[in-house]
């Protein structure tokens, strides 16, 4: 199979299409013929050797769409040609994967594979963060940094249809103006205003950051009574200054997540919750994938190019033909 492979840690350039043995299912695993993989800033850390490792030889990728090629050994519920998409731990910039078969969700029948490998990694994600980890409720007032990235556009709809208010921050007015349509009740252009003075007033309760550095005491501050600040990443810097009277005050809970090296267990758990309560919103027009655009597998070094310029709305894919 055409795989792309990192070559040695670096940027985008070290991106290689190369032949690689076509992955054989173990045990309770499917093999997939991927059709299209979502590109994530993950799969940039982990070409820069961002986790601590050498990414050298590794296939990035963590979420696909395309159809079941082949059943392993103990393997129940799919047959040869069902349609999925899945959340992987790596390898979906390639034409074939082997899966779990409890991490494999039904492509929604009015959703293309393009459109469906671009929903496992966020939706799993703000799920497990904003509503298991963060209880996030109804009635709730809701703010998500990075409002038009593929997660923020993912969590403003979920947000709402669960009927909590959100809010979010984004670096132009087109990016915010989106946001709003989505179903954002403000979006704040952080780069004309201090999202703390707009929202001072509103009793935040839950937050989901990305950005970290100096927005952490901003964002306590803005927290309400018992609030909860969740954190995925930390692109302005991991070091912040907190408060702690601020946290003991307001009974504030600050955690944090990283969904890519939970164990297969908790994610077949998080995969069949999922499927019971947010897949059914894909079928109603409630959630809607957000693809920004696409390029061939054999351009993934333009893929993740774009991503870092963080000019993109949505999700940014790759189509494997």
Known sequence: MKAMIITRPGDSAVLTLQEQPTPKPASGQVLIRIRAAGVNRSDIHQRTGGYGMDPTGQIPGLEVAGSIEECGPDTSRWTVGDNVCALISGGGYAEYVAVDERHCLLVPPNLTFLEAASLPETILTVWSTVFQWGHLSKGENFLIHGGSSGIGVTAIQLAKAFGANAYATAGSDDKCAFCEQLGAINCINYKKEDFEQVLSSVGINVILDMVGGEYTPKNLRLLATDGRLMFINAMQGADSQIHIPTLMQKRITISGSMLKPRDANFKAALTAEVEQQVWPLLATG????????????????????????????????????
């Open 286 to 321: 409630q959630l809607k994938p957000v693809v920004y655009r696409s390029f061939p597998l054999s351009e993934a070094a333009r893929a993740q190019d774009l991503m870092e310029s963080s000019e993109h709305i949505g999700k940014i894919m790759l189509e494997v033909d």
